[in-house]
């Protein structure tokens, strides 16, 4: 089955720049997207389609893709921002929908 | 505004059979894609499944195919996940949310029930 592969942890700085990878070999095909997921409450999208952003979300979160790998960029981290991230994408036909196993995001 | 209001918790024995609820509002349910999504405890989000109310057209991830049923009630804008004889690895919260997308390529959650705790224990 087909599968997205991210970090399961990543720690940074307040005021600095949190990247998070999301490796799937359909990614070149089929568009990533993005939520953030606090303790207690239901998942947010935070970017869409690679690199669009949702109304209201802060302009810090970025969203990029290259090749096999979509990469989330939080810049100017802020304390609120500690959370686990998820990408989503589909399996190379567009059949499934998938998740990646998730990553923490401690702001130090 | 949009709302997707999930029914309450829920603790069950092993065998017993379970219907949990997703009630919209706020838009027309019948043409968006309501999907269900598990987290177990400590765990990841998992795709299980995804109805589209208009016509219960119903889609199932692989991994959930045979365990559990999806049904909509578009008369009442209501989406259901029931399971017939549940199991302690059940344990989990249940998350529904609207695709603005067909299943499964270009399509994302854009909102979020407030999910429904389900615990199975003998």
């Known amino acids: 089955s087909y599968e997205l592969t991210q970090p399961p942890s990543v720690s940074v700085s307040p005021g600095q720049t949190a990247r998070i990878t999301c490796s799937g070999d359909?990614?070149?095909?089929?568009?990533a997207y993005w939520y953030q997921e606090k303790p207690g409450q239901a998942p947010v999208l935070v970017i869409y389609?690679?690199?669009e952003r949702p109304s209201g979300i802060p302009e810090r979160f970025s969203g990029s893709s290259s090749g096999t790998t979509v990469t989330l960029t939080i810049s100017g981290v802020q304390a609120e921002d500690e959370a686990d991230y998820y990408c989503q994408s589909a399996d190379s036909s567009g059949t499934y929908v998938v998740f990646g196993g998730g990553t923490k995001v401690t702001v130090l | 505004e949009v709302q997707l209001v999930q029914s309450g918790a829920e603790v069950k024995k092993p065998g017993e059979s379970l219907k949990i609820s997703c009630q919209g509002s706020g838009y027309s349910f019948a043409t968006y894609w309501i999907g269900w999504v598990r987290q177990m405890p400590g765990k990841g989000l998992e795709w299980m499944g995804a109805?589209?109310?208009?016509?219960?057209?119903?889609r199932y991830s692989p991994s959930f195919q045979g365990q559990v049923t999806i049904s909509a009630d578009k008369s009442i804008s209501a989406a259901y996940l029931q399971w017939s004889s549940l199991k302690a690895s059940d344990t989990a919260m249940y998350y529904c949310a609207r695709l603005p997308g067909v299943p499964a390529a270009d399509c994302y959650f854009d909102y979020w029930g407030q999910g429904t705790l389900v615990t199975v224990s003998s």
């Open positions: 389609k690679d690199s």
């Open positions: 359909a990614l070149p095909k089929q568009y």
């Open positions: 109805i589209y109310p208009g016509d219960s057209d119903t």
